[in-house]
């Protein structure tokens, strides 16, 4: 992971640098051996503390023994964020991050950018001609300053494949999850993020904000209805069942929880359904008939169907990718 500002951490950048810490730098061995290798990468020059902590940082300094040369043969490249003043007064990145994240790429590496951290790659021409994100609060300079970029402000991140990118905050850590639901499985992300006590997995596709949020007078909310649904997903569930369980009418629930997901409750069934085929198939040696049958999907087909239109392969592809220990 690239840390842009090795001696002047703004504390605003602190969460996009702490998430793939948390995600990927604590070993999590009953989860998954082995697990990842991280190493953070400063861009300035090591061991020369400043004698005023520059402005926003809370008076934090970060060295780290890594440097950009270190990128090199990286399987994958994080870049949290870049300087504020990179992006509000058009300070020029440095050249030497440039070229180091240049090389990466041709190398082979899978570049990965939090936020502003976008800037950083685009500079380097990695996201020509692709389709990427950043905060909303960001995404019009970087399509003005990078006009060969397709950016997109609505979502919370996008996988493109070997370069992925994402919105701020709370959005990076969507995007690590998604990380190591790619790289271990559903099952490994599943069980980390319950560590986490984050949700286990909000699609890329939804929204980066809400239009209508929770009325402040609702202190119960979606949790206990989504729960008792994930429950019993190999029921036949419908729109009316989780309103009735909700105490709301099937408009109310529809209008709330499009508002808090991102998507249609028939939708979030769907997304949950195939969280849990993935959890199946993963850990179990059931045939996927069964499977079907346990996650609310059906017959092995109409699996099959919704597996290839979600993840892009097959029931079976997907067993043969993460098999049993």
């Known amino acids: 992971m690239v840390v842009t500002e090795e001696m002047h951490v703004p504390s605003w950048d602190l969460y996009e640098l702490s998430i793939p810490c948390t995600v990927f730098g604590k070993p999590q061995p009953d989860l998954a051996e082995p697990w990842y290798d991280l190493r953070l990468c400063g861009t300035g020059e090591l061991g020369q503390a400043p004698d005023t902590p520059a402005s926003g940082t809370a008076g934090l300094s970060l060295h780290t023994r890594y440097g950009l040369a270190d990128l090199a043969g990286a399987?994958?490249?994080?870049?949290?964020?870049?300087?504020d003043t990179c992006v509000d007064e058009g300070r020029p990145l440095p050249p030497e991050l440039i070229t180091a994240l240049r090389r990466a790429y041709d190398s082979g590496a899978r570049m990965v950018s939090l936020c502003t951290g976008a800037f950083a790659l685009a500079e380097a021409g990695i996201l020509d001609g692709r389709r990427a994100t950043a905060h909303w609060m960001h995404?019009?300079?970087?399509a003005a300053r990078y006009p060969k970029v397709r950016v997109d402000d609505s979502v919370?991140?996008?996988?493109?494949?070997?370069?992925?990118?994402?919105a701020g905050l709370t959005a990076g850590l969507d995007l690590c999850l998604h990380l190591v639901r790619r790289d271990l499985g559903a099952h490994v992300a599943n069980q980390l993020a319950r560590r986490m006590v984050v949700p286990a997995h909000r699609p890329g596709g939804q929204a980066?904000?809400?239009d209508q949020p929770m009325p402040a007078t609702d202190d119960r909310g979606l949790a206990p209805v989504l729960d008792w649904a994930r429950?019993?997903?190999?029921?036949?569930?419908?729109?009316?069942d989780l309103a009735r369980q909700a105490a709301m009418s099937p408009r109310t629930l529809y209008r709330r929880l499009q508002a808090a997901t991102g998507v249609t409750p028939l939708q979030w069934l769907l997304n949950q359904r195939i969280r849990r085929a993935q959890s199946l198939l993963e850990s179990t040696d059931?045939?996927?008939?069964?499977?079907?049958?346990?996650?609310g999907l059906g017959t092995a087909n109409?699996?099959?169907?919704?597996?290839?239109?979600?993840?892009?392969?097959?029931?079976s592809d997907y067993r043969r990718a993460f098999p049993l220990a």
Do not use: C
Request: aromatic share 4%.
């Open 75 to 83: 399987d994958t490249v994080i870049v949290p964020s870049v300087p």
């Open 302 to 315: 109409n699996l099959r169907h919704h597996f290839l239109k979600q993840i892009g392969v097959s029931p």
């Open 231 to 240: 429950e019993r997903l190999d029921e036949p569930l419908t729109v009316e």
């Open 156 to 166: 919370l991140y996008v996988d493109d494949g070997d370069v992925l990118t994402s």
């Open 139 to 142: 995404t019009a300079q970087l």
């Open 208 to 210: 980066q904000f809400i």
């Open 286 to 295: 059931l045939p996927v008939s069964r499977i079907g049958e346990l996650s």
